[in-house]
């Protein structure tokens, strides 16, 4: 027995905006980018997939959703052109009810494949998706984390706003998966840096970001030193 869910395009609940519920979706594997170089007098391909950083990238991925609802026949013809006049060939952002901690962001197709049988009618939305889920929550966004949507086997707690720097400040952002390079808004600056894997970085007020400060999974320390305030802000993905 297949139970329908609701799905969330760009924060509208489809249900309360169209009365459409999700009977399905499926999210295709993200496509690997690969490099392999046939060497002359060398037995196999050299991989080259991860030569540039030494961490594997990909390419988007497709989701595709199908939609559906009791309607009169006369009704389903306004709900489809009200559906495409709002998302058809639009950037949107997916969430999932059975996944609510993250978003799926890409361009959206309504596809030509309704059906109409008694009154149930369904249709089918691909995204062009990029490859990576990512956490609805920037740690840095000074709000409280929902507790009603945490997922405590598999969410990660975030809280970086506002932290004072009086002397030294030591502060672990958890990694999800996707590399990320964080942005540090800083005020009340004095002689402040950030420390982070062996290189020091100085701060100043305002927003700073350093193009060689990409995190990983796992644990990421910064340790701040000098006065100031800092907010970092992080926001992960994962596959």
């Known amino acids: 027995m297949i139970i329908p869910t609701r799905c969330y395009l760009n924060g509208n609940d489809t249900w309360k905006q169209f009365e459409l519920v999700m009977s399905s979706k499926n999210i ?3 496509e690997a980018k690969q490099n392999f170089q046939s060497i002359p007098a060398r037995n196999g391909d050299l991989d080259l997939s991860e030569a540039l950083m030494g961490i594997p990238f990909y390419g988007n991925r497709e989701i595709t959703i199908t939609l559906g609802g009791k309607k009169a026949r006369a009704e389903w013809t306004r709900t489809l052109s009200n559906v ?5 060939n639009r950037k949107v952002q997916v969430i999932f009810e059975d996944d ?16 109409l049988g008694n009154e149930v009618g369904t249709f089918s939305v691909t995204v062009n998706a990029q490859p990576y889920k ?39 952002v958890y990694g999800n998966q ?24 100085q701060l100043q007020n305002g927003t700073n970001k350093f193009y060689d400060i990409v995190t990983g999974p796992g644990d990421n320390l910064f340790t701040f030193s000098g006065t100031g305030v800092v907010t970092i802000h992080y926001r992960g993905g994962s596959l």
């Open 134 to 172: 990512m956490e609805t929550r920037d740690g840095g966004e000074g709000t409280c984390q929902a507790w009603d949507t945490f997922v405590f086997a598999t969410d990660i707690f975030r809280n970086y706003h506002g932290l004072q720097v009086s002397g030294t400040l030591t502060v672990n």
């Open 100 to 115: 609510p901690s993250y978003y799926w962001e890409g361009r959206l197709t309504v596809n030509d494949d309704f059906e």
């Open 84 to 88: 495409q006049n709002k998302y058809h």
């Open 28 to 30: 295709a594997p993200a």
């Open 178 to 201: 996707m590399p990320v390079i964080p942005e540090f808004e800083v005020s009340e600056a004095q002689n402040l840096t950030v420390e982070y894997q062996g290189k020091t970085y």
